[in-house]
């Protein structure tokens, strides 16, 4: 959805809309929409800069970087920007670190749809992980931690290494 400049009303515009995003738009491309996702915005102009409020709702499934099983991500995030007109853009090398951040509209439109992808992705983890404490898989025998103490003995080690161990064992 595109959003005109000089034609939002003086009282401001409020948007409700579903958005369907493709997986390969989003950061983690191995991320799976679980619910559609819901996106509240009001949108105001104050002078020449444009305020965004908004609120992102949906449900995704992504893979635990630890263990490889599948887990369900609640998304349901708050943003507040802050739009100024392109002619600031230009004079960007003049302000002050703090204002190199900021976003602007060029053409006197901003685009919802980019802005809700964007903020979307924003609220993803880094490292996903199915609960804070996943010990992952066995490096022995590749059964997950959590569904089970698996038979393997820690101290077993890597039959590649053996050499490395007896050259290291003859240097002493």
Do not use: H
């Not at 908004?54 to 802050?82: A, N, Q």
């Not at 979307?120 to 490292?127: A, D, E, G, R, V």
């Amino acid at each position: 959805m595109i959003i005109d400049i000089d034609s939002l009303p003086e009282e401001g515009l409020e948007v409700t809309r579903e958005y369907d995003f493709f997986s390969m738009d989003l950061v983690d491309e191995n991320a799976v929409f679980l619910s559609p996702v819901t996106a509240d915005v009001i949108i105001k102009k104050v002078g020449e800069e444009v305020l965004i409020k908004g609120r992102i709702v949906t449900k995704m499934s992504f893979v635990c970087s630890r263990c490889l099983s599948p887990f369900e991500f609640p998304v349901d995030s708050k943003f507040d920007l802050i739009y100024f007109p392109e002619e600031m853009d230009l004079m960007k090398d003049q302000l002050e670190n703090d204002d190199i951040n900021q976003y602007y509209y060029y053409s006197r439109k901003i685009d919802l749809y980019e802005i809700v992808l964007e903020q979307l992705n924003l609220t993803f983890p880094t490292k996903p992980l199915c609960t804070p404490g996943c010990q992952g898989i066995c490096p022995v025998c590749g059964k997950v931690v959590k569904n089970g103490v698996c038979s393997c003995s820690e101290n077993e080690s890597d039959s590649r290494l053996n050499k490395l161990k007896n050259i290291l064992r003859d240097k002493r």
